[in-house]
Every structure is written in C-alpha cells, then in structure tokens.
C-alpha cells in the first residue's frame, strides 16, 4: 500500500480519537440536536 | 490491498439507486436511531431535518469555526471516510446527490454546463463556510443551503404554526434558491455536487490519495467516448478519472465495453472488471 495512505489513516484515526477524549462528538450531538434557525431560512 | 478492488468491483456490480434509496431513508430515519446525532453524515444531509438521525458535517464545521474550536473529530471522521473511498459517499450514499440523480430524470430538454466552472466551490466553500461564518460568527452557508430549505424549512414550517409566523426575506431567499436550483437539477447533471457542494470540497483531493481508486488503461481504450456520455458530472474518464471533482459512482466502469476502466487500490495492480 502506499505510504501515504497509512500516513493520512492514521493521522485521521488519532484526530477522532483526540476530538473523542475532549468530548467533542457531544457538541456535535448538542448542536445537531438543535433546531438550526439558518438551516430553516429564519435567523 | 485486495480489500479495496474487491470492493470496488463489488460496487460496481450494483445497482446504483437502491442503495442511494437505502441511505436517504437510513439518514432520515429519527425513530431508528435518534442517538446518531453526534456522528456527521458521510453524505450532503441538513440535521434540522425533522427525521435526521446524523449531524451535517458542513452545518457542524460551520458552528465549531463560530466558536474557535478546531472541529478534531469532524475532520478526523470526514479524513477518515475520505482516506478510505474518497468521494465514494458523493455518488453512493448522499441523500441531495441521489435527488440531484431523480430530477436529472425529468424529461426536459437538457443543458450541458462545462466544468471548467467547478473551481466555484473552492470560492464557495472558503467563503461561506470559513472566512464569513469566522468573521460574522453567523453559518452563512446554511442561511442560503438549498438542502436545508428543502429537508428543514419546508417541513419545519409545515409542521409549526409559532415558526411560519417568523419567516422573512431570509426565507424567502432561501425559498427562491431552492427553486432555482431545483430547476437546474432538472435540466444538468448534479449541478450541486459540481459547482457548489463543500462537502464534496473536502473530500475530492482524497481521490488521488485514497484506499480505493479507479485507473484508465490506455491500451484497451477503443475510444467509443461511452464512458463520456454516462459520466452525471461531465467528466472525461480516460482523462480525468479519479480526479476531484469523481463522484465515484462506477457508471463508467460499468458502461464500458473494454475493460479500460478499473478498479483498483493504491500501490496494487488493477483489476480488471469481468463483463458479460
């Protein structure tokens, strides 16, 4: 395989793995769950 | 690595609609797993969609940008999709391709708009999703995203009174782009994907570097231009397979008679389709 394929995944792989650590998948999931006023044309 | 060709040649031996079906209805499918929503979608789908089980990668980079935080694990995710199959999600799994796809279905007169246009979404992109939102601290992409005047708005306001009753020019902006562009769908080919989608943005560059690859073989090209006439994002395969702007969706693979176009992963050999 190439060299940069293993590169990118595991450069990939440790950014999720540090956004997970630093509780970013429950903003993630607090701001989608929200009703987003831009995305309805309001706000 | 063999799993990537397998996979590919697999792909290319369905059909393309059903699972573009299958994933629109799983992305928007609340009751199923409403606890989804902190994982971004791999496709172009707004997450105030009443039925969204997933998080809009675009809506959600947008809002970590507002609050000057690097989003680690929105990119590291969307990396990790585009490292592995590129712009596959593109033509497989998006929710606005696929209706991009069924509108293209419209019998109207149809009109070819070259891709010499496509460097827009870069503009598109560095604009409404970074430099604008980081300034204005407002996601100004999602203030005029047609697929979130079609999957949020419209229902939103159907099914809330208290709502309708706040609808300005914002909205009806945004009602005037959904049409034009709906309109557009009807008479080119993904026009969204080509021009305009930031998502497709990120992951194009991941073509040339990713798990999975498409390749052309010279030798058997017999320059019948089928490959051309398939391609629903008016790319030349022969010359321009795999770049950024592929969707993946393997029609040229399947269209042609020769062999010429094939799966392949990086650093292997090619494999070449088995045709009927």
């Known amino acids: ?43 | 690595m063999a799993f990537f060709a397998r996979f590919t040649d697999a792909l290319a031996r369905l059909r393309r609609a059903p699972v573009q079906l299958t994933s629109t209805l799983l992305w928007n499918s609340y009751f199923l797993a409403p606890w989804l929503k902190n994982v971004p979608c791999p496709g172009f789908n707004c997450y105030s969609c009443p039925l969204a089980i997933t998080a809009c990668p675009i809506g959600t980079l947008q809002h970590f940008i507002i609050i000057r935080r690097v989003p680690l694990y929105l990119l590291g995710v969307l990396g990790l999709i585009g490292t592995l199959f590129g712009r596959t999600a593109c033509g497989w799994t998006c929710p606005f391709g696929f209706l991009q796809d069924l509108l293209y279905k419209v019998p109207l007169p149809k009109w070819r708009v070259s891709n010499r246009w496509a460097p827009a979404r870069y503009v598109i992109f560095a604009l409404l999703v970074v430099i604008i939102p980081f300034i204005a601290l407002e996601p100004w992409f999602c203030k005029l995203c047609p697929a979130g005047a079609l999957e949020a708005g419209l229902p939103m306001i159907a099914l809330q009174a208290d709502l309708r009753e706040l609808t300005g020019l914002l909205f009806a902006v945004k009602m005037v782009i959904l049409a034009l562009f709906l309109l557009w769908m009807m008479v080119t080919s993904r026009p969204f994907c080509r021009f305009v989608c930031p998502l497709g943005t990120i992951y194009g560059p991941f073509n040339r570097l990713s798990g999975m690859r498409l390749h052309f073989e010279e030798s058997r090209c017999q320059h019948c231009d089928l490959c051309r006439h398939v391609c629903p994002t008016g790319l030349y395969p022969p010359e321009e397979i795999d770049t950024a702007g592929c969707i993946r969706c393997m029609e040229c693979l399947k269209a042609c008679p020769h062999g010429a176009l094939q799966s392949c992963a990086t650093g292997t050999s090619c494999t070449e389709r088995s045709h009927a």
């Open chain 1, 1 to 43: 395989m190439d060299k940069r394929f293993w590169v990118l995944l595991g450069l990939f792989l440790l950014m999720t793995a540090a956004g997970l650590l630093l509780g970013e998948a429950r903003f993630v999931f607090a701001n989608a769950s929200l009703i987003c006023l831009s995305c309805i044309g309001i706000q």
